[in-house]
């Protein structure tokens, strides 16, 4: 069932005419409001305004037919402009698409490979970081339309956007900034007044009318692109440049990465929404096929959209049919429609994406963060900073690997390497019972024993031989108590083989093993460690571990007996 499309299991429990009714309503509201939006993405990610309006019919229609959620809304998104349009500015459309369709293929795969729960698990510093880093360099890359500048071409990075804006600041168009600022009120304002009314469309309608109305002096869609064909998308195979290919690489992991963890977001925040569960890996295979399809039909990349999706549960949205409802809506529009689309003011939609980014940054959550351990907020800077001023991808795979460097430092903080053999009666207390402290006050000369707390990988191994190192004597056995040891990795694994090495050439401690864990004791007896050591020598408790070491001590035995 893990990869049956939620739409199959509506059908199959039974799709009534209420339902039917709430999915059109919603439908067509998500697809009111997905307009400007998909216009103004297209734009701000450096292509052209009718392949945003594309993707949403075409991606949108596809992830909701095949989507593991049932109220998942799909489309391009604010999340993927610097990587598109910096892909854009290096390949062209071209090596657009063909890292598009390469991201669609890793997208499928990663779903087979049921990799859809552990994409959930990307550190959320890095999830915060990279998506107000975006916002970031939303707001940067519409400066120009916002102000009014005058400008041939936008630079692809923040700095050299500062630097061009800096040079252009004497051409401000009043006017520009004036349109900006209407379209934000209205947007900020109206949700507040009339929350079921699509603010985005009414901001459009309303600022679009008063340029043309009182002929103000702004840039529009058709003065900088001039006509948007309408009509529906037709098939056409995209021109790919395969030489290309290699240095598409990054870039096809970073949309498949990108558009992983914001479908699953935005799933994890419809259920919340519903109660629902959603089904991660199909959710991963329909986002996959909507980013292989879409390129064949001049699209950009796709993947679930949060505002949408929660709009369409507000709106009565209750199954996939909403979203191919949705992505009807867009099409119809598209094709009656699509030519007026060249009067929409630049600084209109420039508004629209200002709100898109103040929405995206979620600074309270930025700040907490920030304020929290110190780890998670050089997690969050670094992938913060590393978005805004070099890469999306340079982003994305620098905050990974720092999260992981600094979790396993983390552990290695947290585990514990502790010896038992001379315990204070106050120490005694706290980490053994009464028959355990009487078991070690009784264990004879040249037995040593230590206790790790905490999982034993190479930061608890490292504790381990130094705190062996800081013995006086040579013991002639060594208990290591393992009952707080939940794991065992493989440089554990060869500290424990290093001993027993020492231990059967009479250059070390017999070892006794005590209380070991099931995820230990599985990697050891796979290594066959396990048959090395002998059964003898692994004890259930500590008072077991003691008694077969006075066996040892008395029978002078080195290694087994």
């Known amino acids: 069932m893990s990869f049956e499309p939620k739409l199959l299991t509506v059908i199959r429990e039974g799709y009534t005419r209420e339902m039917f009714l709430k999915d059109v309503g919603a439908g067509l509201i998500v697809g009111v409001v997905a307009l400007p939006l998909a216009i103004a993405f297209a734009i701000a990610s ?6 945003g309006l594309i993707t949403a019919v075409v991606a949108g229609f596809i992830i909701s037919l095949l989507s593991g959620s049932r109220v998942q809304i799909g489309g391009p998104t604010g999340a993927f402009i610097i990587l598109v349009y910096s892909v854009v500015q290096q390949h062209g459309y071209a090596g657009l698409a063909l890292a598009t369709l390469m991201a669609g293929i890793i997208l499928v795969l990663l779903g087979i490979a049921r990799f859809g729960t552990i994409l959930r698990f990307i550190p959320y510093p890095v999830t915060v970081g990279f998506t107000a880093g975006i916002a970031v360099v939303i707001v940067s890359s519409q400066v120009r339309d916002v102000f009014g500048l005058t400008m041939s071409s936008v630079p692809a990075h923040v700095a050299g956007q500062v630097s061009a804006y800096a040079g252009a600041f004497s051409t401000v168009n009043p006017y520009a900034v004036l349109i900006t600022l209407i379209t934000v009120v209205i947007m900020l304002l109206l949700p507040k007044l009339f929350a079921k009314i699509p603010s985005p469309l009414i901001a459009l309608l309303v600022t679009t009318s008063l340029v ?13 692109f001039g006509a948007v064909p309408s009509g529906i998308p037709t098939l056409s195979l995209p021109t790919i440049d395969w ?11 970073s949309i498949a990465l990108l558009a992983g ?8 925040v419809a259920d919340g929404m519903t109660g629902r569960k959603h089904r991660s890996n199909m959710e991963l295979v329909a986002q996959g096929v909507a980013n292989i399809v879409t390129p064949f039909f001049g699209g950009i990349p796709a993947t679930g959209a949060i505002a949408r999706t929660a709009t369409n549960i507000k709106s009565g949205g209750k199954t996939p049919i909403a979203g191919i409802v949705h992505a009807i809506t867009l099409l119809i529009i598209l094709v009656v429609a699509g030519r007026w689309a ?36 050089i997690v969050l800077l670094t992938t913060f900073f590393l978005t805004v001023l070099a890469d999306l991808t340079v982003a994305i795979q620098v905050g990974v690997v720092l999260a992981a460097f600094l979790f396993m430092k ?7 390497v502790r010896a038992l053999t001379n315990l204070t009666e106050d120490e005694a207390e706290v980490s053994v019972d009464a028959d355990e402290y009487d078991a070690i006050r009784s264990a004879p000369k040249g037995v040593e024993i230590f206790e790790v707390d905490g999982p034993f990988f190479f930061g608890a191994a490292q504790k381990f031989k130094s705190a062996l190192s800081d013995i006086q004597r040579k013991p002639r056995v060594l208990i290591l108590r393992m009952r707080h040891v939940l794991a065992l990795d493989s440089t554990g694994l060869r500290v424990l083989e290093e001993m027993q090495t020492d231990a059967e050439h009479g250059r070390g401690p017999v070892l006794i093993l005590s209380a070991i864990h099931t995820q230990p004791v599985v990697i050891l007896e796979r290594s066959g460690f396990l048959k090395r050591l002998g059964q003898e020598n ?15 001590v008395g029978s002078g035995t080195d290694v087994k007996s």
């Open 46 to 51: 450096g292509v052209k305004p009718e392949q």
């Open 212 to 224: 043309h109305v009182f002929s103000i002096p702004v840039a529009t869609i058709g003065s900088r």
């Open 243 to 253: 030489s290309a290919f290699s240095s598409l690489i990054s870039p096809a992991v």
């Open 261 to 268: 963890i914001e479908s699953l977001l935005s799933a994890v």
């Open 342 to 377: 060249v009067l929409i003011p630049m600084p209109t939609l420039a508004g629209i994406l200002l709100v898109v980014a103040y929405n995206m940054s979620e600074m309270h959550l930025f700040a907490n963060i920030a304020r929290s351990s110190k780890s998670d907020a």
């Open 410 to 416: 983390r552990m290695a903080d947290v585990a514990q």
């Open 538 to 552: 692994v004890a259930a408790d500590l008072v077991d571990a003691i008694e077969r070491a006075r066996a040892i």
